[in-house]
């Protein structure tokens, strides 16, 4: 189901930055808000970004995300060790009835 | 505050049908207007399923047509999922959600694993 690409894994160190991208096209991301998502271990799924640059109440500015044409990213500053995570983007195909997807997920490590 | 919660059967044989509950608890599934099955496998990563509306409509994405029914139950503060003509392609960790619109889901139950074996 995954027609948004996203790199299978990124690492970085603690306090440092990563970005992770989310590559799609013009009707999807290209035409479509984006959200980010934050999926721990054994806890429900977190959403991180929603309308491409949101963030809801309560997460932490070093989170943030932007689009270029058919591309988002999210970007994630000041790495803590709980930061380790999947996280997902997701947004809606236009030009498919029931169109709502997800890219395939990027495993962050934090060394 | 809103929580979700999904119940069902850990185990499923081929070919039946995976039903699953969404409980609502902290507020009222009627005050919001769409709710959503997304599942997880290693395989496909995070995949959506369909959503059920507030009036009791549905939508579905077209991998799962064919076999899925979303419900809505006001007298139990829940909504449901059923799955039909199971396979081991559908073990995943299945999770509720809601839409809180603009295609993003705010808030998710922690999920439940479900294995399809005979």
């Known amino acids: 189901q995954s027609v948004l690409t996203q790199p299978p894994s990124v690492s970085a160190a603690p306090g440092h930055s990563v970005t992770i991208s989310c590559s799609g096209g013009t009707s999807d991301i290209g035409d479509n808000y984006v959200s980010w998502y934050q999926l721990l271990p054994g806890t429900a799924p977190k959403l991180l970004i929603y309308e491409t640059s949101q963030r809801p109440s309560g997460v932490p500015d070093r989170f943030s995300a932007s689009k270029s044409g058919t591309s988002a990213t999210l970007h994630i500053a000041g790495l803590q060790t709980g930061d380790e995570a999947d996280y997902f983007c997701g947004t809606w195909d236009s030009n498919v009835y029931a169109g709502r997807m997800f890219g395939g997920g990027t495993k962050l490590t934090v060394l | 505050q809103l929580q979700l919660q999904e119940s069902g059967p850990g185990l499923v044989k081929p070919s039946g049908t995976l039903s699953l509950t969404c409980s609502v608890s902290?507020?009222?599934?009627?005050?919001?207007?769409?709710w959503t099955w997304v599942r997880q496998s290693p395989a496909q990563g995070l995949e959506w399923i369909g959503e059920?509306?507030?009036?009791?409509?549905?939508i579905y994405h077209n991998s799962f047509k064919s076999r899925v029914a979303m419900s809505f139950d006001e007298s139990n503060n829940s909504f449901s999922l059923e799955l039909h003509s199971v396979t081991a392609a559908d073990t995943a960790v299945y999770y509720c959600?809601?839409?809180?619109?603009?295609?993003?889901?705010?808030?998710w139950g922690p999920g439940t694993a479900v294995i399809v074996s005979s």
């Open positions: 902290g507020g009222s599934v009627v005050s919001y207007k769409w």
């Open positions: 059920v509306y507030q009036t009791g409509s549905t």
């Open positions: 959600a809601r839409h809180r619109g603009s295609n993003a889901f705010d808030l």
